[in-house]
């Protein structure tokens, strides 16, 4: 309880802004590579998975690429968060063409107030 209190009373002192949705990718959708820009006072993006990708399931994966264009590609799993953190990093990032399934996620944008 105590350690519970002890992280609510952190989350208060913080000010934070938050605008999410629901993106579903329905097959043939996509999102090309890109970086975000720059976003003011935004500080990072969490990404949660609503739905697994069906074993045999093509497309609809998260690919980050790293500063070297490194490939790191994320597999849409119920339950995973992802978390980019735009303090950092304003990395590159797609998600693939779906192909024969619906990728449905939660998206929520974290802003300093």
Same mark, same amino acid.
């Given at each position: 309880?105590?350690?519970?209190?002890?992280?609510?009373?952190?989350?208060?002192?913080?000010?934070?802004?938050?605008?999410?949705?629901?993106?579903?990718?329905?097959?043939?959708s996509?999102?090309?590579?890109?970086?975000d820009?720059?976003?003011? !006072?935004?500080f990072?993006?969490? *990404?949660?998975?609503?739905?697994? +990708?069906p074993?045999?399931?093509?497309?609809?994966?998260? @690919?980050?690429?790293?500063?070297?264009d490194?490939?790191?590609?994320?597999?849409s799993?119920?339950?995973?968060?992802?978390?980019? !953190?735009?303090?950092?990093?304003? *990395?590159?990032?797609q998600?693939? +063409?779906?192909?024969?399934?619906?990728?449905?996620?939660? @998206?929520?944008?974290?802003f300093?107030?």
């Amino acid at each position: 309880k105590k350690l519970l209190k002890q992280k609510r009373n952190l989350f208060a002192e913080k000010k934070v802004r938050e605008v999410a949705n629901v993106q579903t990718y329905l097959p043939g959708s996509f999102i090309e590579k890109h970086d975000d820009g720059i976003v003011k !006072d935004r500080f990072a993006v969490a *990404l949660i998975p609503l739905n697994s +990708k069906p074993k045999g399931a093509s497309g609809g994966d998260l @690919v980050l690429y790293t500063k070297e264009d490194k490939e790191i590609v994320i597999e849409s799993n119920k339950g995973d968060v992802v978390i980019l !953190d735009f303090t950092q990093n304003n *990395l590159k990032h797609q998600v693939t +063409k779906v192909e024969d399934w619906c990728r449905v996620s939660f @998206v929520s944008f974290l802003f300093n107030c």
